[in-house]
């Protein structure tokens, strides 16, 4: 595919659930440790994680990922980043921004849900005086 070729995405079932306090990635219990997992494992109890969390590092994506990616129209640089949250879990997903005026480590973060390729996907976005 080509920086300007472009397929629907459409999330998988159970990777995120949108409510009135906002959007809960859905983690489980791993099959092998008591650690939690995301994406959560079929077949294992499944965890809601917090709406929010904590920066806890990030880079940009300054060039078109090869395939498989799917790209979302003409390429632009975005934010790809770890957000720790309070049950004990680092997740990686892309950022709304690669600011790093807007990133500072240890940040507050919340879970969004931003149009990608003609479907919805989850994403993290800066959140100043969400910190707890």
Same mark, same amino acid.
């Given at each position: 595919m080509s920086s300007t070729d472009t397929a629907t995405f459409t999330a998988p079932d159970g990777l995120f659930r949108v409510g009135d306090d906002g959007v809960h990635l859905i983690a489980?219990?791993? #099959?092998? #440790?008591? @650690?939690l997992v995301f994406p959560a494992e079929p077949g294992q109890e499944t965890v809601e994680?917090?709406?929010?969390?904590?920066?806890?590092?990030?880079? #940009?994506?300054? @060039?078109?990922?090869?395939?498989?990616?799917?790209?979302? %129209?003409?390429?632009?640089s975005y934010g790809v980043g770890y957000v720790e949250f309070p049950e004990g879990i680092l997740v990686e997903g892309r950022l709304t921004t690669c600011d790093p005026a807007?990133?500072?480590? %240890?940040?507050p973060m919340r879970v969004i849900t931003?149009? @990608?390729?003609? %479907?919805?996907?989850?994403a993290f976005t800066p959140a100043p005086g969400n910190e707890d």
């Open positions: 489980s219990r791993s #099959s092998r #440790s008591e @650690f994680l917090s709406t929010s969390g904590t920066l806890y590092t990030w880079t #940009s994506q300054e @060039f078109v990922p090869p395939a498989p990616a799917i790209t979302d %129209g003409e390429f632009r807007e990133l500072p480590i %240890g940040g931003i149009p @990608f390729a003609g %479907g919805e996907t989850a």
